[in-house]
């Protein structure tokens, strides 16, 4: 009977969090996790994978023991109740557990691809976000006629919380990048706005420092518009008229 190891969790835990840490790949940090739980499995003919959930489609995301044959074939598959045990899990938001696949319904348009690779069952959970969205399935296949024992599922439920950090951090650096290229392209479209007033526009910082100028052309400034960049206005101005501002 399997039994939790949980001075070993404790160590995959270590090493994945440190893989995250060092801002390595989502995929290696995936496929880490997939060796993590197949080595903490009691049971030979163990294999893990990922798949990420993106408009309501699953893409393949790690598991390095899954044939390239095999993580084509499940890549871009359109999430539904009848889409194997990943398809049926992200559709449901909860965990599907198919003991034989050759007899499974789910299974259907997948068994022959499934019989290549000697997977005979599949055990397959929403991995969900901190706002209870599912943006993954954490599926294990077994070798042999068979649903999970408790201390498994307890063991994939560890692993699965890693998956969901991993994958929310790279979801929060995509928006991140997406809002940085937003911010780029409206700047642009200031300076560019700025370029051809012909006042001169100057934001300033709360505590009273110029922050940046727009508009206007040097020939308007006592001196170079660059030059005030960082600079207090009392510093700048009269204090009568610092004052006012």
Known sequence: ???????QLLFSQKKIVKLLAINQSLSSCLDAICLELESLLDTSGITASI?????????????????REYSNAIDDLK???????????????????????????????????????????????????????????FG???????????????????????TSLAIEKELAKNRENILNKQLNHTLNRMQAFGRVL????????????????????????????????GKKIRDVLPKDVSDQV
């Open 140 to 162: 294990v296949y077994s070798n042999k006629v068979c649903l999970p024992t408790q201390a498994q599922i307890d063991i994939i439920s560890f692993f699965i919380s890693l």
């Open 198 to 229: 012909p006042d001169v526009g100057f934001i300033i910082s709360e505590d009273g420092y110029y922050v940046d100028v727009y508009g206007g052309q040097d020939l308007l400034m006592f001196q170079p518009a660059g030059d005030l960049i």
């Open 51 to 67: 798949l990420l959930v993106k408009n309501n489609h699953l893409y393949f995301g790690g598991g390095p023991n899954v044939s």
């Open 79 to 137: 999430i539904g109740p009848d889409v194997g045990s990943c398809g049926t899990a992200a559709f449901n938001a909860s965990p599907f557990y198919v003991d034989d696949i050759s007899k499974s319904p789910e299974w259907a348009n997948f068994k022959e691809i499934a019989k290549k690779q000697n997977f005979v069952a599949c055990w397959s959970t929403p991995v969900m976000s901190s706002s209870q969205h599912v943006i993954g399935t």
């Open 1 to 7: 009977m399997q039994t939790i190891d949980f001075k």
